[in-house]
């Protein structure tokens, strides 16, 4: 089976990347730069952003770098178009990602389906999909 | 928690066709149980005051929209978002228990397939355009973590899905009643890896209902009633902010609460039900219940104890990967049947008293109740 990292497939399902809760974090996505949504109060570190925090409820946030580096928890191959806009896009692989920063991302990997490992190490690598929409994904490094 | 053993019964269960329906709502089809229910139970609406409906996947089915087909107004109704006969059949318990309602019955009514609903449709999000769609992604996440963390093999899960098919093959009701062998299982190609097609459910129409009363009443009724022993739930409602999510550690903890409120061990148990949108809930709920030491769960159904014959006999119905999709609600009426001694007899095991059944709202919620034959 060949299978080329799709760094040039254009996902018809794009995040909103104008919404103001989450354009910090797009906007770093563009220039491949990883961020988290950090409380001010706590420091809990987290994504995907949330209102408040949900541990001491502040409303006080920031968007922080992030270790762009973290290992596969697991992943999984997708053989079948579940949904009919995916279907130029089979095989692709999608990993649970925990970075070092202890921030958990289901992203698409850049891995060959046999060459995956659980526990294996990754490195952020970015997919320019549109002018304005960078996909975040992970490689091995 | 207060004993509520042995104080409620099912006395009545029922459902309609299961397949697709074209044209039929998830209310009617809802109505179709509940008049079958009512003819098991050998009484008129007329004698229900509490409804509990169980919201289908589009949002239908809610009691005020049951209501008007149902033609009455009891003095109790309530609705719950995805009750898998669990979370349904316990607020039924609560609320006779404490005289809300005597005798309710709970339903539950979809429509999906014929609707045809698109269950992979992704979020406009990072995950949605990463395309990690459909329950068998994250199912997929545990399953693949669990075998690189315990060495599971293909051919060890594989066997919940064929054992669930021998059953299916005793059941008339079931819709996927084709021989499945191991190797049969094997070389079909996955569809999430590493998952395959037969270890997801496929959507059914239809609609189940069963009928809950006081203990004290149940006598009066026809049928054999099976009691209510145990019940236990529990949740994640906080979500998905850890690595381990996926393995769902919730249930464990309805797994504790089940044991220690009834105190009765898995060994005590007759007949095991797991709803289960894909097998990965099977190997998990095996596992978190004691069946299988944690690691051991795929190595445990190879041996056989859940197949038909087996001394752990698991959704004998050919649960929701082989007889149809109803959330697990089938499962209850399968355990109640089994309870009452009247399915098939190549499908009946002999004499069972103790059933549990085990259910989760995905990721978020688990669910237990042990029901027998006697309080
Ligand atoms: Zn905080």
């Given at each position: 089976?060949?299978?080329?990292?799709?760094?040039?497939?254009?996902?018809?399902?794009?995040?909103?990347?104008?919404?103001?809760?989450?354009?910090?974090?797009?906007?770093?996505?563009?220039?491949?730069?990883?961020?988290?949504?950090?409380?001010?109060?706590?420091?809990?570190?987290?994504?995907?952003?949330?209102?408040?925090?949900?541990?001491?409820?502040?409303?006080?946030?920031?968007?922080?770098?992030?270790?762009?580096?973290?290992?596969?928890?697991?992943?999984?191959?997708?053989?079948?178009?579940?949904?009919?806009?995916?279907?130029?896009?089979?095989?692709?692989?999608?990993?649970?990602?925990?970075?070092?920063?202890?921030?958990?991302?289901?992203?698409?990997?850049?891995?060959?389906?046999?060459?995956?490992?659980?526990?294996?190490?990754?490195?952020?690598?970015?997919?320019?999909?549109?002018?304005?929409?960078?996909?975040?994904?992970?490689?091995?490094? | 928690?207060?004993?509520?053993?042995?104080?409620?019964?099912?006395?009545?269960?029922?459902?309609?066709?299961?397949?697709?329906?074209?044209?039929?709502?998830?209310?009617?089809?809802?109505?179709?149980?509940?008049?079958?229910?009512?003819?098991?139970?050998?009484?008129?609406?007329?004698?229900?005051?509490?409804?509990?409906?169980?919201?289908?996947?589009?949002?239908?089915?809610?009691?005020?929209?049951?209501?008007?087909?149902?033609?009455?107004?009891?003095?109790?109704?309530?609705?719950?978002?995805?009750?898998?006969?669990?979370?349904?059949?316990?607020?039924?318990?609560?609320?006779?228990?404490?005289?809300?309602?005597?005798?309710?019955?709970?339903?539950?009514?979809?429509?999906?397939?014929?609707?045809?609903?698109?269950?992979?449709?992704?979020?406009?999000?990072?995950?949605?355009?990463?395309?990690?769609?459909?329950?068998?992604?994250?199912?997929?996440?545990?399953?693949?973590?669990?075998?690189?963390?315990?060495?599971?093999?293909?051919?060890?899960?594989?066997?919940?899905?064929?054992?669930?098919?021998?059953?299916?093959?005793?059941?008339?009701?079931?819709?996927?009643?084709?021989?499945?062998?191991?190797?049969?299982?094997?070389?079909?190609?996955?569809?999430?890896?590493?998952?395959?097609?037969?270890?997801?459910?496929?959507?059914?129409?239809?609609?189940?209902?069963?009928?809950?009363?006081?203990?004290?009443?149940?006598?009066?009724?026809?049928?054999?009633?099976?009691?209510?022993?145990?019940?236990?739930?529990?949740?994640?409602?906080?979500?998905?902010?850890?690595?381990?999510?996926?393995?769902?550690?919730?249930?464990?903890?309805?797994?504790?609460?089940?044991?220690q409120n009834t105190g009765f061990t898995p060994s005590d148990i007759d007949i095991l039900y797991i709803q289960n949108p894909t097998a990965v809930?099977?190997?998990?709920?095996?596992?978190?219940?004691?069946?299988?030491?944690?690691?051991?769960?795929?190595?445990?159904?190879?041996?056989?104890?859940?197949?038909?014959?087996?001394?752990?006999?698991?959704?004998?119905?050919?649960?929701?990967?082989?007889?149809?999709?109803?959330?697990?609600?089938?499962?209850?009426?399968?355990?109640?049947?089994?309870?009452?001694?009247?399915?098939?007899?190549?499908?009946?095991?002999?004499?069972?008293?103790?059933?549990?059944?085990?259910?989760?709202?995905?990721?978020?919620?688990?669910?237990?109740?042990?029901?027998?034959?006697?309080?």
């Amino acid at each position: 089976m060949t299978y080329a990292p799709t760094s040039n497939a254009t996902p018809q399902n794009l995040p909103d990347v104008a919404d103001p809760a989450t354009a910090a974090f797009w906007e770093a996505a563009r220039e491949h730069r990883l961020l988290a949504q950090r409380c001010d109060a706590c420091g809990d570190l987290r994504y995907p952003a949330t209102e408040i925090c949900p541990r001491c409820w502040s409303d006080s946030q920031s968007w922080v770098p992030i270790a762009p580096t973290g290992e596969l928890y697991s992943y999984v191959v997708y053989h079948r178009a579940l949904d009919p806009s995916m279907k130029d896009e089979i095989p692709y692989v999608v990993g649970r990602v925990l970075t070092d920063d202890g921030v958990v991302f289901t992203v698409r990997l850049d891995v060959e389906p046999d060459e995956a490992r659980v526990g294996m190490r990754l490195v952020a690598s970015w997919n320019d999909v549109t002018d304005a929409v960078t996909l975040l994904r992970f490689a091995a490094p | 928690m207060e004993d509520i053993r042995g104080k409620v019964a099912i006395v009545g269960v029922g459902h309609s066709d299961q397949g697709t329906f074209p044209g039929k709502s998830a209310e009617r089809l809802s109505i179709e149980a509940i008049t079958a229910a009512l003819a098991d139970a050998g009484i008129t609406r007329e004698q229900i005051d509490g409804l509990i409906t169980c919201k289908s996947i589009q949002g239908g089915n809610a009691d005020v929209s049951v209501g008007p087909l149902f033609g009455m107004s009891p003095k109790y109704a309530q609705t719950l978002d995805y009750g898998t006969c669990n979370f349904s059949l316990h607020l039924a318990v609560q609320a006779i228990l404490t005289g809300l309602a005597e005798t309710i019955v709970l339903v539950y009514g979809a429509n999906a397939r014929s609707s045809k609903v698109n269950f992979a449709a992704p979020t406009p999000s990072l995950e949605g355009a990463s395309g990690f769609v459909h329950i068998a992604g994250q199912a997929g996440m545990a399953l693949q973590r669990h075998k690189a963390l315990y060495g599971t093999t293909d051919e060890e899960f594989g066997w919940f899905a064929v054992s669930e098919r021998e059953w299916a093959q005793r059941n008339p009701l079931a819709i996927f009643r084709d021989p499945l062998t191991i190797e049969g299982y094997l070389a079909k190609p996955y569809l999430v890896e590493p998952l395959r097609r037969e270890d997801v459910t496929m959507i059914s129409d239809g609609g189940v209902a069963l009928i809950v009363t006081s203990a004290e009443r149940a006598k009066d009724y026809p049928n054999k009633p099976v009691y209510i022993l145990g019940m236990a739930e529990g949740t994640e409602i906080i979500g998905d902010r850890f690595a381990d999510f996926p393995s769902r550690p919730n249930i464990g903890g309805t797994a504790a609460r089940i044991w220690q409120n009834t105190g009765f061990t898995p060994s005590d148990i007759d007949i095991l039900y797991i709803q289960n949108p894909t097998a990965v809930w099977n190997l998990q709920m095996v596992e978190y219940y004691g069946f299988a030491p944690v690691g051991e769960g795929g190595r445990w159904v190879a041996e056989g104890h859940t197949r038909p014959g087996g001394d752990m006999p698991l959704n004998t119905n050919g649960g929701q990967l082989s007889e149809s999709y109803m959330w697990g609600w089938l499962h209850m009426v399968e355990a109640v049947r089994q309870l009452r001694g009247t399915v098939e007899p190549d499908r009946q095991v002999p004499d069972p008293e103790l059933a549990l059944y085990c259910s989760t709202m995905a990721f978020f919620k688990s669910a237990a109740s042990i029901i027998g034959t006697s309080q």
